[in-house]
């Protein structure tokens, strides 16, 4: 009888032993000792790895301040004409009776170990026309819209003599304007401004410019610049336009 053919076991025997050899006690190509090297030398590696990123952290931790933030950026608006309940609770006057009554012009300097710093009292209604109280339209409808213009929160910083806004138009005639508070200014008791952890409630002052739009103003785009003037705050550097400084586009249509 003729013998059967037998397969060939090369090619299967060969993967089989790579996967795991009886003979060597190897699997995928390597013994438990080796394999158990290479996992320990990956668990030292990334141990420290993860060892370095701790460190790290930590130390740069330690270079920060709970209520100086180490970089300073601009904070946000207390809203706009499309959201007035943001701004209705950020100047409300029933809020600002809970807060401290300060001497007016003169520094509230709180250099105590108080954790929660005081906040002098901002109203609302300081603002009058401009208020939004008796005209929720802030003087838009009548034509003769009121700007509130604000400086933004430094942390530390007493600005030197009495600052106010001062606000130009760009053409060769003045344009009429009014300021609320007296003379657009803001008062010393003010500042300093201890940071949002210091002074959680602390309400910035705000100046409210009110464009006193003749006939011949409406249906003309108008450039308004406001500076703040009357302290060592500067106001004139070419490189920043925001500076001390802001200018706005506004045109009234009727």
């Known amino acids: 009888m003729a013998n ?75 809203g706009n004409v499309n959201t007035p309940e943001k701004y209705g609770n950020y100047y409300n006057d029933t809020l600002q009776e809970q807060n401290t009554v300060c001497t007016e012009g003169d520094y509230y300097m709180q250099e105590n170990n108080e954790l929660v710093k005081n906040v002098c009292q901002f109203k609302r209604s300081q603002l009058r026309q401009c208020s939004g109280l008796a005209d929720t339209n802030f003087g838009y409808a009548e034509g003769q819209p009121c700007v509130l213009i604000k400086m933004n929160r430094i942390i530390g910083l007493v600005p030197r003599g009495d600052p106010y806004i001062n606000c130009t138009a760009k053409r060769d005639t003045p344009l009429q304007m009014q300021y609320f508070p007296s003379e657009g200014r803001f008062d010393k008791m003010y500042f300093p401004y201890y940071g ?25 785009q108008l450039t308004i610049e406001c500076r703040v003037e009357g302290s060592d705050l500067r106001n004139n550097d070419e490189r920043d336009k925001f500076l001390g400084r802001v200018t706005f586009r506004i045109q009234v249509t009727k």
């Open 4 to 78: 059967k053919e037998e397969k060939p076991e090369g090619k299967d025997s060969s993967w089989k032993d790579f996967i795991y050899n009886p003979r060597t006690g190897e699997f995928i190509g390597r013994t438990a000792s080796s394999w158990a090297l290479i996992f320990l030398f990956y668990l030292v590696f990334y141990g420290f790895l993860a060892g370095m990123f701790s460190l790290t952290m930590w130390v740069m931790l330690q270079t920060l301040n709970d209520y100086t933030p180490k970089y300073r950026d601009r904070v946000a608006n207390p």
């Open 196 to 220: 949002k952890k210091a002074h959680p409630n602390y309400v910035q002052p705000v100046v409210a410019v009110k464009l006193l739009f003749s006939e011949q103003d409406y249906n003309t």
